[in-house]
């Protein structure tokens, strides 16, 4: 039993990210008492903020605002055949601990979805002839519209101060945009970015040969903002530490930067730092969670009270926690039957880094969100049916941090000494790259269950992933190849790199890809092949909701934030209009 028992709330929230954050503030200003529970320790902005140093060694090679895997490791392998192992240092991502999660030291594009990536499977459907797709995909449709979810992006959109160039206000194209965006309410709350050398020569190669490039969307705002909550953000000052730290500047949108300062001086919000929650505990029928148990920082059990459980933290935490708490039934990929781990998916990036000797590209001078990018390939933009593949991709030139420690240099150079110092002389600033952020489909062998063999250091299972790539994936990298080395020849460098997975590949947990991670509790329409309705509420315990990149069915090309937000405030909403006047199921089974 528990050695402490806190005081009761009405609501408490596991994870202080941004979908935690967000659950927060909403609900306490709905007058609720709300306690938020972060398994790290607390990150105020002025921890890290002007005149402090960003130091490189400290955020981008030692992690120092990362969760390290001694307190977040799983076990990984390919599939069901082999044993599992344990990740001993972070590598293909990376999530964050404390105060803020992942958000706190994420890069900051903030891009919507399309409507076709929403109903990904009615469009599977429509487009694709029988056989055509690997039998044992298992895309899905998001439960909602297009029409419903979008005022909820537009919200967050403000709460974060997208800055890019509007493509659809109410179905009316716009220069400069996206074409293919699905039809905004709202223009964007802030102009773009200030475009970099490799944005102009980028866009113009693309334009030339067809393809309909943009501003990448990006919560390093552009001009000063003040969003709904009343928090303020400075304008960027493109230092160029943005991905892997923490903004020093308050121009990138955060929990810190636009939600907590606001919420924490709130009378019915606190919250509780270095609380690791270890289960949520139910009531015997089993149909309701009575609160949740955590570790404190002295080693103690703490037993927190309350009516409302919300489940925010990353992806594959809230996954074991309904795993270790008996939330739902767990998936079994034979049988097919059990919902909580299934639908598994990550993602794959590539690209090609051009060298050229007369072009000085600055990179000292760069937001994290500093580039241009084109959606011409994702689904329903191009003839995927016909190639046989699914999927696609935003295809971006980034403009880099300029930090020396990672530069990238020509091929052939030594990797360090003499040939590597007189290399960085005569190319530091002098290349630029073409991306590609993929989608990623969910395979029936691709899903998320507890390791029998590997514990944490409370004794509790590890969370394994049996996780790689299928031939669609690879495919679509090898399409994608094609597309980028023709953008590539058109601005004809002087030396050139490229990194794309070959047909032959396996994911490489080793290299950093992206902290994409999504799935594993996914929403859907009915109980039977989804661990949450709409409203982000667990069929099975309906007093527990569940926000973040686990109610994803499968992984689309867009960066997941702007969805993660859009379906909390959703799930926000319906909890304040719906389930506090009347307690229960808010879809019928």
């Not at 693309?206 to 003040?226: D, E, M």
């Not at 919300?310 to 926690?321: D, E, H, K």
């Not at 109610?551 to 960066?559: C, D, R």
């Not at 702007?562 to 209009?577: H, V, W």
């Given at each position: ?95 964050g ?25 009615t469009?599977a ?41 509007t ?12 074409p ?88 019915n ?114 003839d ?9 991709a ?69 969370l ?38 070959a ?47 686990n ?9 997941p ?29």
């Open positions: 039993m528990p050695h402490i028992t806190n005081d009761d709330v009405d609501v408490v929230i596991v994870g202080l990210g941004w979908a935690g954050s967000l659950m927060a503030i909403e609900l306490a200003q709905a007058g609720l008492k709300v306690r938020a529970l972060e398994r790290g320790p607390d990150r105020p902005p002025e921890d890290f903020a002007y005149p402090k140093p960003a130091d490189q060694y400290a955020y981008a090679t030692r992690n120092k605002v990362f969760a390290t895997p001694r307190d977040a490791a799983l076990t990984v392998r390919y599939n069901r055949d082999q044993a599992a192992l344990p990740t001993r240092k972070w590598g293909a991502f990376a999530p601990t404390g105060v803020g999660g992942s958000g706190l030291h994420w890069t900051g594009v903030l891009i919507r979805p399309t409507p076709t990536d929403i109903k990904l499977k469009y459907d429509q487009a694709y002839k029988r056989g055509t797709l690997d039998p044992e995909m298992r895309v899905k449709d998001f439960p909602f519209t297009w029409d419903e979810i979008e005022p909820y992006y537009d919200f967050f959109e403000k709460v974060c101060g997208l800055s890019g160039n493509g659809n206000l109410r179905g009316k194209v716009q220069p400069g945009g996206d293919f965006e699905g039809p905004r309410s709202n223009p964007y709350p802030l102009p773009a970015l200030q475009d970099t050398l490799n944005c102009s020569m980028f866009s113009g190669a693309a334009r030339k040969l067809g393809y309909h490039p943009f501003p990448n969307p990006s919560a390093n705002v552009s001009q000063a903002w003040t969003n709904p909550y009343g928090a303020q953000l400075a304008p960027c000052n493109y230092c160029g530490y943005c991905s892997k730290y923490p903004c020093l500047n308050y121009s990138k949108a955060s929990p810190q930067t636009t939600i907590l300062d606001v919420v924490k001086r709130m009378p919000f606190s919250y509780r730092v270095n609380a690791n929650v270890i289960r949520v505990d139910l009531h015997a029928d089993r149909k309701t969670a009575r609160g949740v148990t955590y570790i404190d920082e002295h080693g103690k059990e703490v037993f927190q009270p309350a009516k409302i459980v919300v489940l925010s933290s990353f992806q594959f935490a809230n996954v074991r926690l309904m795993l270790l708490s008996g939330i739902g039934k767990p998936y079994d990929p034979v049988s097919e039957t059990g919902t909580v781990g299934r639908n598994y998916a990550f993602l794959s990036n590539g690209g090609a880094t051009l060298f050229f000797k007369d072009k000085h590209f600055n990179p000292f001078a760069t937001a994290g969100a500093t580039g241009e990018m084109f959606n011409d390939i994702s689904p329903g933009n191009f995927g049916p016909s190639l046989g593949f699914i999927g696609g935003k295809i971006h030139s980034s403009q880099a941090t300029g930090a020396p420690i990672g530069t990238s240099l020509p091929p052939g150079t030594p990797a360090w000494g003499k040939g590597w110092k007189e290399a960085m002389v005569d190319w530091y600033g002098r290349s630029m790259k073409i991306s590609i952020t993929t989608t990623c489909m969910s395979y029936r062998g691709h899903y998320l269950d507890l390791d029998p063999n590997y514990r944490d250091p409370w004794g509790q299972p590890l394994r992933m049996t996780f790689d790539w299928r031939q669609n994936e690879l495919k679509l990298q090898r399409y994608l190849r094609d597309i980028v080395l023709n953008i590539s020849k058109e601005l004809k460098p002087d030396a050139m790199s490229e990194s794309f997975l047909l032959d590949s396996h994911w490489d947990i080793t290299k950093y890809v992206s902290t994409h991670n999504v799935g594993g509790a996914i929403m859907g329409a009915s109980p039977r092949d989804s661990a949450l309705n709409r409203y982000l509420q667990s069929w099975d315990v309906h007093n527990v909701f569940v926000p973040g990149g109610a994803f069915p499968q992984n689309f090309q867009a960066n934030t702007a969805t993660i937000g859009a379906i909390t405030l959703m799930a926000a909403d319906a909890i304040k209009k719906q389930y506090l006047k009347n307690p229960g199921p808010l879809v019928q089974a």
